[in-house]
């Protein structure tokens, strides 16, 4: 027995082919792919819950966000922004780890192009659009998200008046507008697709009517959030005093 | 009484062997009968409108696969398509995409699968020093049959292939019926082939790690076989004998 399996391990770990296109690779780039978008996935789901916390007050986005930035383990309740700066900091990893494997999916050739396009013409099909979408926001997510992460690593204060700050008076609300709603759709039709791509559900329709479900009510927490920041940054005068609870 | 009402096919007409030919698509009119289907059409228009229209078919009952086409966008068998299913009786007729076209509707699909078959032993591979044909053979757990003949009932139409945007992006990708035929013989307890085995030919980004989930095999196949299943079946497998490795 063991010697048919280290005869196996050979058989396999023989092949030639380099990066991607080596057979151990394309089972770990599968799995590395997933395990990193699931993570994100669910990353985004909690984050933008903590964000809206905004929505029921300011003080109650006070004390999440000192709550998540380890405000139990200090002396002040206030935490510590480091926390903040290293979570960043290892979301950007996965980010970029994600992205690494996810890029053998894109379609590298023009003909490809044609022919994604052309299928998609001739043969209309949902779950090909949504991956469309999914390949677009994909792109545009390479370029948007490590952005918004290497601010939260550089600036990392988390606060009702300091993020309405940076939303408002430095105009980050500009990378926010394209930020939600690529990451939504992503990050949601990904978690679909990740179900059924690893058999974790065979209750497909349900899945999907979720992932809508899911994609909608996101988007209307991530916008009326966004919204609740500009009109407390328009409410602010520079420079701006952290908001504490009286 | 209604009278019958005239649909108008839209049919894709192109001859690759003629040079002087181009792709075109040419409208034809047909009165509609009770429980037409679009494989009877098809026939019609051929017996007496023109005679130089090429398309496949043998069993026209769903069987035999030959008749695939892609009708309103969706690939799947002509001769198990009513046309009352389209209200406004306009057909618009194309073949299916990925395949090496013959003529019209006709594409070669015998040619993809049996070099998809070469490429991935799809055979049964019993164990050589077993064979005794003197010898009963051990009946079959019927779980097993059972689960064997479900994804036996592929008869190689081609659809999974054209409804597959990876596989129209990627040619040299397995395809849906490539992994759903591996999945039968990893299943079946008389084929000797080992997780390993069946990595070196489906472990790769030509095989069940390069499918995308995009699920056209599984939304088009016209034998509702569980593609989405076999795959992810097959992918969890794969993944788990590089872990062991």
């Known amino acids: 027995m063991t010697a048919s399996l280290k005869t196996a391990k050979t058989k396999i770990h023989d092949v030639s082919s380099k990066g991607y296109l080596n057979p151990i690779w394309a089972a770990r780039a599968d799995k590395l792919q997933s395990a990193t978008g699931l993570l994100l996935g669910i990353f985004i789901i909690m984050h933008l819950h903590f964000e809206s916390s905004i929505l029921i007050s300011k003080e109650a986005f006070y004390h999440v966000g000192h709550f998540l930035e380890g405000g139990i383990f200090s002396e002040t309740g206030h935490g510590f922004p480091v926390v903040t700066k290293f979570i960043s900091a290892f979301m950007l990893i996965v980010v970029l780890v994600h992205a690494l494997f996810a890029l053998r999916r894109f379609p590298a050739q023009i003909q490809q192009w044609r022919a994604l396009r052309s299928q998609m013409t001739i043969m209309p099909h949902q779950d090909t659009k949504i991956w469309f979408w999914q390949l677009i926001t994909g792109f545009l997510l390479f370029f948007l998200a490590p952005v918004h992460l290497f601010d939260m690593i550089t600036n990392p204060e988390i606060g009702a008046h300091l993020s309405a700050e940076r939303v408002y008076h430095q105009d980050v609300w500009m990378l926010y507008v394209l930020l939600l709603p690529a990451v939504v759709l992503h990050a949601m039709f990904g978690l679909y697709r990740l179900a059924v791509k690893w058999g974790v559900t065979t209750k497909r329709t349900a899945a999907l009517k979720l992932a809508k479900i899911m994609v909608v009510y996101l988007m209307i927490i991530g916008i009326a959030s966004l919204l609740t920041y500009i009109f407390i940054g328009q409410s602010l005068e520079l420079p701006v005093t952290p908001f504490v609870p009286s | ?245």
């Open chain 2, 1 to 245: 009484m209604t009278s019958p009402r005239t649909i108008s096919f839209n049919i894709f007409r192109y001859d690759p062997q003629d040079p002087s030919d181009k792709p075109k698509m040419v409208t034809y009119e047909i009165t509609e009968a009770p429980g037409m289907t679009v494989f009877i059409a098809l026939n019609m228009l051929r017996e007496q409108q023109d005679p130089s229209l090429q398309f496949d078919f043998v069993c026209r009952a769903g069987i035999c696969g030959s008749c695939a086409m892609v009708i309103n966008g969706k690939p799947t068998l002509a001769c198990r398509t009513l046309t009352a299913n389209f209200p406004d009786g306009k057909i618009t007729l194309m073949p299916l995409p990925g395949f090496e076209l013959i003529g019209d509707l006709s594409v070669d699909t015998g040619k993809f699968m049996r070099e998809l078959a070469e490429r991935l032993q799809l055979w049964l591979q019993p164990d050589a020093n077993d064979i005794d044909i003197h010898r009963l053979e051990t009946p079959m757990d019927p779980a097993e049959a059972a689960k064997l003949y479900e994804l036996e009932r592929c008869v190689e139409c081609g659809v999974c292939v054209s409804a597959c945007a990876t596989k129209q992006m990627k040619d040299s990708f397995v395809g849906a019926v490539g992994m759903m035929k591996i999945a039968r013989f990893e299943m079946d307890s008389r084929d000797i082939r080992t997780a390993e085995d069946f990595y070196h030919v489906i472990g790769n980004q030509d095989g069940v790690f390069g499918c995308m989930t995009l699920l056209g095999c599984q939304d088009a196949c016209p034998k509702d076989l569980p593609h989405m299943q076999q795959i992810a079946y097959l992918r969890r497998k794969m993944a788990q004998t590089i872990v062991s490795c």
